[in-house]
Protein backbone atom coordinates (compact mmCIF):
# COMPACT_ATOMS: atom_id res chain seq x y z
CA UNK A 1 0.00 0.00 0.00
CA UNK A 2 1.37 3.32 -1.02
CA UNK A 3 0.02 6.13 1.16
CA UNK A 4 0.41 9.88 -0.09
CA UNK A 5 0.43 12.30 3.58
CA UNK A 6 -0.15 15.85 2.91
CA UNK A 7 -0.33 18.88 4.48
CA UNK A 8 -2.91 21.54 3.40
CA UNK A 9 -2.57 25.10 4.01
CA UNK A 10 0.08 26.50 1.66
CA UNK A 11 1.20 23.55 0.60
CA UNK A 12 -1.97 21.63 -1.58
CA UNK A 13 -4.26 25.08 -0.98
CA UNK A 14 -3.43 28.55 -0.28
CA UNK A 15 -5.49 31.69 1.33
CA UNK A 16 -6.74 34.24 -0.74
CA UNK A 17 -3.66 36.55 0.41
CA UNK A 18 -1.27 33.98 -1.91
CA UNK A 19 -1.01 34.93 -5.50
CA UNK A 20 -1.33 31.45 -7.27
CA UNK A 21 -2.13 32.98 -10.90
CA UNK A 22 -5.77 33.19 -12.39
CA UNK A 23 -6.49 29.43 -13.16
CA UNK A 24 -7.33 28.63 -10.17
CA UNK A 25 -10.35 27.35 -8.17
CA UNK A 26 -12.24 27.83 -5.00
CA UNK A 27 -11.87 24.94 -2.21
CA UNK A 28 -12.73 26.41 1.18
CA UNK A 29 -16.32 29.49 1.79
CA UNK A 30 -16.32 30.76 5.45
CA UNK A 31 -19.30 32.73 6.14
CA UNK A 32 -19.90 33.11 2.86
CA UNK A 33 -16.71 34.56 1.41
CA UNK A 34 -14.32 31.97 -0.47
CA UNK A 35 -10.93 32.40 1.64
CA UNK A 36 -9.06 29.34 0.02
CA UNK A 37 -7.89 28.23 -3.53
CA UNK A 38 -5.97 25.85 -5.33
CA UNK A 39 -4.51 26.01 -9.03
CA UNK A 40 -6.25 24.35 -11.98
CA UNK A 41 -3.56 22.07 -12.56
CA UNK A 42 -3.07 21.40 -8.69
CA UNK A 43 -6.57 19.75 -8.85
CA UNK A 44 -5.66 17.85 -12.34
CA UNK A 45 -2.60 16.43 -10.96
CA UNK A 46 -4.51 15.76 -7.53
CA UNK A 47 -7.11 13.73 -9.93
CA UNK A 48 -4.79 11.92 -11.30
CA UNK A 49 -3.29 10.94 -7.92
CA UNK A 50 -6.25 10.17 -6.21
CA UNK A 51 -6.26 7.20 -9.26
CA UNK A 52 -3.21 5.39 -8.09
CA UNK A 53 -2.20 6.41 -4.35
CA UNK A 54 -4.23 6.72 -0.91
CA UNK A 55 -4.42 10.43 -0.17
CA UNK A 56 -4.42 11.32 3.65
CA UNK A 57 -4.71 15.20 4.28
CA UNK A 58 -2.65 15.98 7.42
CA UNK A 59 -3.33 19.17 9.15
CA UNK A 60 -2.94 21.12 11.96
CA UNK A 61 -6.21 21.96 11.44
CA UNK A 62 -9.59 20.98 13.47
CA UNK A 63 -11.98 18.66 11.98
CA UNK A 64 -14.41 21.52 11.54
CA UNK A 65 -11.73 23.51 9.54
CA UNK A 66 -10.90 20.48 7.80
CA UNK A 67 -14.70 20.09 6.65
CA UNK A 68 -15.14 23.20 5.33
CA UNK A 69 -12.31 21.87 2.54
CA UNK A 70 -13.47 20.48 -1.00
CA UNK A 71 -10.70 20.03 -3.37
CA UNK A 72 -13.75 18.70 -5.96
CA UNK A 73 -12.18 15.50 -6.29
CA UNK A 74 -14.12 13.33 -3.91
CA UNK A 75 -13.94 12.80 -0.58
CA UNK A 76 -11.02 11.00 1.05
CA UNK A 77 -11.63 8.16 3.29
CA UNK A 78 -9.18 9.19 6.29
CA UNK A 79 -7.73 12.14 7.15
CA UNK A 80 -5.44 13.36 10.00
CA UNK A 81 -6.64 16.64 11.62
CA UNK A 82 -5.47 17.97 14.80
CA UNK A 83 -1.61 18.18 14.19
CA UNK A 84 -2.15 13.89 13.97
CA UNK A 85 -4.52 14.11 17.24
CA UNK A 86 -7.68 12.87 15.59
CA UNK A 87 -7.90 10.12 12.83
CA UNK A 88 -11.17 11.07 10.69
CA UNK A 89 -12.71 8.11 8.84
CA UNK A 90 -15.12 8.62 6.59
CA UNK A 91 -16.14 11.71 7.77
CA UNK A 92 -16.04 10.78 11.08
CA UNK A 93 -13.26 11.06 14.10
CA UNK A 94 -12.31 7.90 15.32
CA UNK A 95 -12.72 7.35 19.36
CA UNK A 96 -10.02 5.06 19.33
CA UNK A 97 -7.35 6.99 18.04
CA UNK A 98 -8.38 10.13 19.89
CA UNK A 99 -8.13 8.37 23.27
CA UNK A 100 -4.77 6.97 22.13
CA UNK A 101 -3.48 10.02 21.54
CA UNK A 102 -4.91 11.52 25.21
CA UNK A 103 -2.71 8.96 26.52
CA UNK A 104 0.48 10.04 24.45
CA UNK A 105 0.29 13.62 25.51
CA UNK A 106 -0.29 12.69 29.25
CA UNK A 107 3.21 13.92 30.52
CA UNK A 108 3.00 16.85 28.73
CA UNK A 109 -0.41 18.40 30.39
CA UNK A 110 1.37 19.78 33.52
CA UNK A 111 3.10 22.13 30.87
CA UNK A 112 0.01 22.26 28.46
CA UNK A 113 -1.76 23.90 31.72
CA UNK A 114 1.11 25.80 33.02
CA UNK A 115 1.02 27.75 29.43
CA UNK A 116 -2.74 28.50 29.57
CA UNK A 117 -2.52 30.51 32.85
CA UNK A 118 0.73 32.16 31.27
CA UNK A 119 -0.95 33.01 28.10
CA UNK A 120 -4.35 34.30 29.77
CA UNK A 121 -2.24 36.76 31.28
CA UNK A 122 -0.33 37.70 28.76
CA UNK A 123 -1.16 41.16 27.38
CA UNK A 124 0.67 40.88 24.18
CA UNK A 125 -2.07 37.97 23.40
CA UNK A 126 -4.58 39.53 20.98
CA UNK A 127 -6.76 36.47 20.29
CA UNK A 128 -8.98 33.96 22.16
CA UNK A 129 -7.02 30.73 24.34
CA UNK A 130 -7.67 27.94 22.75
CA UNK A 131 -7.27 24.28 24.02
CA UNK A 132 -7.66 22.47 20.75
CA UNK A 133 -9.25 18.73 21.38
CA UNK A 134 -7.49 19.11 24.68
CA UNK A 135 -4.29 18.22 22.76
CA UNK A 136 -2.90 21.96 22.18
CA UNK A 137 -2.79 25.26 22.46
CA UNK A 138 -3.61 27.82 20.21
CA UNK A 139 -3.86 31.59 20.08
CA UNK A 140 -2.66 34.59 18.45
CA UNK A 141 0.14 37.83 19.85
CA UNK A 142 2.33 40.42 19.30
CA UNK A 143 5.42 39.79 19.30
CA UNK A 144 5.13 36.31 18.90
CA UNK A 145 8.64 35.80 18.49
CA UNK A 146 9.26 37.19 22.29
CA UNK A 147 6.20 35.38 23.27
CA UNK A 148 7.60 31.86 22.33
CA UNK A 149 11.15 32.89 24.24
CA UNK A 150 9.40 33.50 26.84
CA UNK A 151 7.40 30.58 27.23
CA UNK A 152 10.29 28.28 26.32
CA UNK A 153 11.83 29.58 29.77
CA UNK A 154 9.23 28.26 31.79
CA UNK A 155 7.80 25.17 30.13
CA UNK A 156 9.80 21.85 30.35
CA UNK A 157 10.73 21.47 26.05
CA UNK A 158 11.41 18.05 26.74
CA UNK A 159 7.55 17.93 27.48
CA UNK A 160 6.32 20.54 25.27
CA UNK A 161 7.31 22.08 21.44
CA UNK A 162 6.65 25.84 21.43
CA UNK A 163 6.83 27.90 18.78
CA UNK A 164 5.14 30.46 15.97
CA UNK A 165 4.06 30.54 12.54
CA UNK A 166 3.77 34.59 12.11
CA UNK A 167 1.76 35.75 14.86
CA UNK A 168 -0.06 32.33 15.87
CA UNK A 169 1.40 31.06 18.88
CA UNK A 170 1.57 27.10 19.78
CA UNK A 171 2.63 25.01 22.31
CA UNK A 172 2.00 21.07 21.55
CA UNK A 173 3.26 18.63 23.29
CA UNK A 174 5.97 16.49 21.77
CA UNK A 175 4.29 13.24 21.19
CA UNK A 176 1.25 14.69 19.89
CA UNK A 177 3.67 15.72 16.24
CA UNK A 178 2.79 14.50 12.62
CA UNK A 179 5.91 12.14 12.56
CA UNK A 180 4.13 10.40 15.52
CA UNK A 181 1.06 10.23 13.56
CA UNK A 182 2.49 8.58 10.34
CA UNK A 183 4.41 5.84 13.18
CA UNK A 184 0.71 5.30 14.57
CA UNK A 185 -1.00 5.20 10.93
CA UNK A 186 1.66 2.73 9.71
CA UNK A 187 0.88 0.19 12.45
CA UNK A 188 -3.04 0.68 11.70
CA UNK A 189 -3.14 0.35 7.99
CA UNK A 190 0.29 -1.98 7.35
CA UNK A 191 1.32 0.51 5.01
CA UNK A 192 4.28 -0.22 2.87
CA UNK A 193 5.43 3.20 1.96
CA UNK A 194 5.02 6.88 2.69
CA UNK A 195 5.26 9.65 0.70
CA UNK A 196 4.58 12.99 2.74
CA UNK A 197 4.49 17.37 1.73
CA UNK A 198 5.00 19.97 3.87
CA UNK A 199 5.60 23.39 4.00
CA UNK A 200 6.24 24.15 7.81
CA UNK A 201 7.91 23.46 11.35
CA UNK A 202 4.61 21.10 11.68
CA UNK A 203 5.65 19.38 8.84
CA UNK A 204 9.40 18.67 9.67
CA UNK A 205 8.48 14.93 12.01
CA UNK A 206 6.13 14.17 8.96
CA UNK A 207 9.02 14.26 6.04
CA UNK A 208 11.44 12.85 8.17
CA UNK A 209 9.35 10.04 9.01
CA UNK A 210 8.03 9.54 5.52
CA UNK A 211 9.76 6.99 3.50
CA UNK A 212 10.06 10.00 0.28
CA UNK A 213 9.48 13.56 1.90
CA UNK A 214 8.98 17.03 -0.25
CA UNK A 215 9.01 20.20 0.82
CA UNK A 216 9.66 23.63 -0.59
CA UNK A 217 12.78 25.25 -1.60
CA UNK A 218 15.13 27.20 1.10
CA UNK A 219 12.52 24.46 3.92
CA UNK A 220 15.98 23.11 4.97
CA UNK A 221 17.84 26.28 5.74
CA UNK A 222 15.31 28.00 6.65
CA UNK A 223 14.53 25.52 9.54
CA UNK A 224 18.08 25.33 10.15
CA UNK A 225 17.78 21.37 10.02
CA UNK A 226 18.97 17.72 8.68
CA UNK A 227 16.03 17.08 6.54
CA UNK A 228 16.23 13.85 4.35
CA UNK A 229 13.04 15.25 2.38
CA UNK A 230 13.62 16.54 -1.63
CA UNK A 231 13.63 20.37 -1.62
CA UNK A 232 11.33 21.22 -5.17
CA UNK A 233 13.41 24.06 -7.46
CA UNK A 234 10.87 26.70 -6.61
CA UNK A 235 10.03 27.44 -10.43
CA UNK A 236 6.30 26.69 -10.05
CA UNK A 237 3.59 26.76 -7.19
CA UNK A 238 4.73 24.20 -4.78
CA UNK A 239 1.51 21.73 -4.67
CA UNK A 240 2.09 21.70 -8.68
CA UNK A 241 5.96 20.69 -8.36
CA UNK A 242 5.06 18.77 -5.03
CA UNK A 243 2.45 16.47 -7.05
CA UNK A 244 4.31 16.17 -10.11
CA UNK A 245 7.33 15.00 -8.23
CA UNK A 246 4.81 12.68 -6.36
CA UNK A 247 3.72 10.81 -9.38
CA UNK A 248 7.32 9.98 -10.26
CA UNK A 249 7.71 8.27 -7.32
CA UNK A 250 4.39 6.15 -7.56
CA UNK A 251 5.52 5.00 -11.06
CA UNK A 252 8.80 4.29 -9.91
CA UNK A 253 7.01 1.50 -7.16
Same mark, same amino acid.
Given at each position: ????C?????? *?I????? $???? =??? &??????? =?? *????? $???????????????????S????????????????????????????????????????????????????????????EK?E =?????????????????? &??????????????????????N?????????? &??S???????????? $????? *?????????????N????? *??? &??????? $???????E????????????????K? =????
Open positions: MVVFTDLDNT *IYSYKH $DIGD =RKR &NVELYQG =RE *ISFIT $DKTYDLLREIKNNIIIIPTTRTKEQYDRIDLGIGAFEYALVCNGGLLIKQGKSDADWYEESLKLIEESIEDIEKSLLVLD =RRKFELRFIEKLFVFTKC &NNPGDVVNELKQQLDCSKVNVFNGEKVYVVPV &NLKGMALKRLRKLL $DIDYI *IAAGDSEFDITMVEADFG *IVP &NGFVEKY $DLVCKAKMAGNAVFSEELLEECLI =RRSK
